[in-house]
């Protein structure tokens, strides 16, 4: 570590059965008790709206929400997107336009920051591709050799830009489950950082700035309802944890509706969510244009269906002709984005009833050029 005063947070906690173990060099990635994800033993200050002005511009400026501070951290200025009305009460932020191209810079930064400190001898993640490219930037930037594992049906072009900022490619025969059992495998090598978007929850904290944005860029409130594409939901989550702060501080008066996003061909978290429970069961995988998001079994499903049920929000659905057709509206309106990425927009076009009239945000992840326009 480089400080005293350099890292704020100083457990993992497991949200399961309690478990906890230090954040140092050596700690395991995952609870040994139970294996599940880990959650962070942090309490975030109040961001005062007043005092950002002059502040750095990327998401390091709130940092009295963030579990590292001390030395200037590893940035590559992410965050500060753009936001823009798409409907009179929809409107989009443009996550599509950080460094990598994709939202996962929020969280890829922390855990970059986080190896940094930690100076493990290797970095290794597991992605089915933005969250490869961005680990794959932010460890160069930290001076970090990475490995990223991949399925070996990986966009070409995503595969091709985790090559070009260093990192070494390992394509994984089979879906996106093989291609992390096989990341995690190599995770337990002494000397090695697992960089999960997944499991480590700095990754989440990160994440949590997409909220923190809004929050400002609206004068210090949040609009009535989030609608977030969810797959592993390390954006619902973050924004889960965002609100639940900024409401805890007194800083909005009521926590939004969290409107979460899945794939028609792959739901598992959806079929949970209509059917009552608290348990999701794993389904199969399958082919669908929303690659990001097809996530047969989340780790943390459990606290997903928690987090949407809290916030009074609800489950949609988008089939692949309706992520077709919302690619080719927003390129009409002048944004290109992935077919991942317009999941959200394909939702609120498709169930206008969902939102009821109600203000809302929709992110627009990934950019287009790094999967092209879905085949018709």
């Not at 400080?3 to 060099?25: F, I, W």
């Not at 594409?229 to 501080?249: K, R, Y």
Request: overall charge neutral; hydrophobic content about 45%.
């Amino acid at each position: 570590m480089n400080g005293p005063h350099s890292q704020r947070a100083t457990a993992y906690r497991c949200p399961q059965d309690g478990t906890r173990a230090p954040v140092e060099a050596g700690a395991p990635w995952c609870c040994p008790a139970c294996g599940g994800p880990w959650d962070l033993g942090f309490t975030a200050g109040a961001v005062e709206l007043k005092s950002l002005a002059g502040r750095v511009g990327s998401l390091w400026r709130y940092a009295e929400a963030l579990p590292l501070d001390g030395p200037p951290p590893v940035t590559l200025g992410e965050g500060r997107t753009p936001l823009v009305p798409l409907t009179g009460t929809v409107s989009a932020k443009l996550d599509f336009l950080m460094p990598t191209l994709s939202f996962k810079d929020r969280g890829a930064v922390m855990l970059a920051e986080l190896a940094r400190r930690l100076a493990p001898e290797r970095v290794i993640a597991d992605s089915s591709g933005n969250a490869g490219t961005s680990f794959a930037a932010y460890m160069a930037r930290a001076g970090l050799p990475c490995t990223v594992y991949v399925p070996e049906a990986t966009s070409p072009k995503k595969v091709e830009q985790i090559g070009a900022h260093g990192a070494r490619v390992e394509r994984v025969p089979g879906d996106r489950e093989a291609t992390a059992r096989a990341a995690r495998a190599a995770a337990d090598t002494p000397g090695t950082f697992y960089a999960s978007h997944v499991f480590n929850p700095y990754f989440l904290h990160g994440t949590k700035t997409y909220v923190y944005e809004l929050w400002e860029d609206l004068g210090g409130r949040l609009p009535d309802a989030l609608v977030v594409p969810v797959g592993n939901g390390t954006l619902l989550l973050g924004a889960a944890l965002a609100t639940a702060e900024l409401h805890a501080h007194g800083l909005i008066p009521e926590r939004p509706a969290l409107i979460a996003v899945q794939a028609e061909a792959v739901s598992p978290l959806a079929r949970a969510f209509r059917a009552g429970a608290e348990e999701v069961a794993e389904v199969a995988a399958a082919e669908t244009l929303a690659e990001g998001i097809a996530i047969p079994s989340p780790p943390r499903g459990r606290q997903i269906l928690r987090a949407v049920r809290e916030s009074g929000g609800t489950f949609l659905t988008v089939t692949e002709d309706q992520i077709r057709a919302a690619q080719l509206d927003l390129a009409g309106r002048g944004l290109f984005v992935e077919s991942t990425g317009v999941a959200c927009w394909a939702a609120v076009t498709a169930s206008p009833d969902a939102l009821g009239g109600r203000e809302a945000v929709v992110p627009l992840c990934g950019a287009g050029l790094k999967t092209g326009l879905a085949a018709g």
